[in-house]
């Protein structure tokens, strides 16, 4: 078997919030084989950040993780300063949800896209220049040469978005981690910027992680696609499948939640609150706002595990498939 890019196992991740520690990702397991693509979805506040943040080991002073974070078989969370600069540099790239708090305001489009480029000090600065003039043109940037020379407040957000890309893709990386890079953006640049990024991704041969709350863009774009809830994965599976025959309500209701474009019946949100990973009971995570808990649900924790090729973490999940609705469903009391 291949060694995937990414593999991370029973991660657990504690912050500290004044004087406790919370927990805000619990036993979470997950692969990304070469140049694959995972979808991660999830509400707000369920962990898809701090997912990312963790594999790139940029957690704030004080967190406690447990758990291994393999890139390309060795663990990040116990590399040494110089592999861990060289991982972040030349293994993995991130791309954010607003670009404008990722860059410098104050220098040029042009210094900032060479600047990782003449860290090496094997490439001239006229060959720099040349390498990202054609990266602006693959992320479909006209006029290449007059952009260098502008400053992020002059480039509008998909623009800037695209710089990002390039930026991204400057080191050639192996591994993407995208976080909810197109939802800043108004819907026909986030169409653009999709397809750019997916052009290039496959092209390169890339293992992306794409994070977003849409699980039809997930998708879309992904191989596989995993659902998280309170810091937990409850659902893993090749993106059409857990798209068209959701095996955990938690998934279904995601999908129902989507607006969809000219329907006549309005998105409905999954009643409730969703709740923090800190908060999470003994039993399933999502048992508060399940239409179909039962009592072993609030008392035991149910564990990923294998059904029909997917995983999911439900008690009930044979039984209810392919019925589970949120139609009926109250806001709990
Ligand atoms: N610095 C921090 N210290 C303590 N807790 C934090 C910190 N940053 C985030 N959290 C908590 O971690 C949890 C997960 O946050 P995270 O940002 O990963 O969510 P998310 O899924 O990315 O949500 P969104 O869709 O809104 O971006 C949240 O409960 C949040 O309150
Ligand atoms: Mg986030």
Request: proline share 25%.
């Given at each position: 078997m291949t060694t995937p890019v990414l593999a991370i196992e029973h991660l657990h991740v504690e912050l500290p919030v004044r004087a406790e520690m919370r927990t805000v990702l619990h036993d979470v397991s997950l692969t990304i084989g070469p140049s694959e693509a995972l979808g991660l979805v999830g509400e707000s506040g369920s962990g898809k950040s701090m997912t990312a943040r963790s594999i790139m080991r940029l957690l704030s002073p004080g967190a406690s993780t447990t758990g291994t974070i393999l890139f390309e078989g060795v663990d990040v969370l116990t590399m040494h300063h110089d592999a861990l600069l060289a991982f972040r540099r030349k293994g993995v790239a991130m791309i954010y949800q607003d670009p404008r708090a990722h860059i410098n305001p104050v220098r040029t489009i042009g210094d900032f896209l060479t600047e990782g480029i003449l860290l090496d000090g094997s490439v001239s600065t006229a060959e720099a220049q040349a390498k990202v003039i054609s990266l602006l043109d693959e992320v479909g940037i006209p006029d290449a040469k007059r952009r260098l020379r502008q400053y992020p407040h002059q480039l509008s957000g998909g623009l800037l978005q695209r710089v990002m890309i390039a930026a991204a893709l400057s080191e050639e990386p192996r591994l993407l981690l995208a976080d909810e890079p197109t939802t800043a953006l108004d819907v026909t640049t986030q169409e653009e910027v999709m397809a750019i990024l997916d052009q290039l991704r496959v092209e390169r041969s890339l293992a992306m992680l794409f994070i977003t709350h849409d699980l039809d863009l997930a998708a879309a774009v992904s191989d596989r696609v995993a659902a998280m809830y309170a810091g937990v994965i409850i659902e893993v599976g090749d993106a059409a499948s857990l798209h068209t025959d959701s095996l955990h309500p938690y998934t279904v209701g995601l999908l129902d939640s989507r607006p969809e474009f000219g329907a006549r019946v309005r998105a409905r949100p999954i009643p409730g609150r969703p709740i923090l990973a800190s908060e999470a009971p003994p039993g399933c995570v999502f048992a508060e706002r399940c239409?179909?808990?039962?009592e072993r649900c609030r008392s035991e924790r149910p564990i990923l595990r294998e059904v029909d090729g997917r995983l999911v973490a439900c008690h009930r999940a044979e039984e209810l498939r392919g019925t589970i609705s949120f139609a009926g469903a109250q806001e709990p009391r």
């Open positions: 239409p179909y808990v039962t």
